[in-house]
């Protein structure tokens, strides 16, 4: 009995460290024809965003909270994992009209 109480709690211990532990996304940005696409993203603290300038011409990304400013060199990618839980908005420096918000859960 106790040989098989013991089985149990080990595939249990096995069960809870193979699925509790969630792996980090990689959540992609488009930046083209002025915009961020898509606009408004989720994720998680661990998580990184990547942003892909597509367009022909620099841009930013710079969080209204001064959390970070990356230049986004035209046809270039730049990313940043994400360190704390809250919402956060964002902007291009060199074209305000350009905006995204993530929300880090």
């Avoid at 488009?30 to 367009?55: L, R, Y």
Wanted: proline content about 5%.
């Amino acid at each position: 009995m106790q040989r098989k109480l013991g089985l149990v709690i080990a595939a249990a211990v096995f069960f809870v460290a193979a699925t509790g532990a969630a792996s980090a996304a990689t959540i992609k940005v488009s930046v083209q024809g002025f915009k961020f696409s898509p606009a408004a993203v989720t994720a998680h603290v661990g998580d990184t965003i990547e942003w892909t300038n597509n367009d022909p011409m620099a841009h930013t990304s710079t969080a209204k909270s001064g959390d970070w400013d990356l230049p986004l060199p035209a046809g270039k990618s730049a990313s940043l994992k994400l360190q704390k839980k809250g919402t956060f908005d964002y902007y291009c420096k060199i074209h305000p009209s350009m905006t995204g918000k993530i929300t880090v859960e």
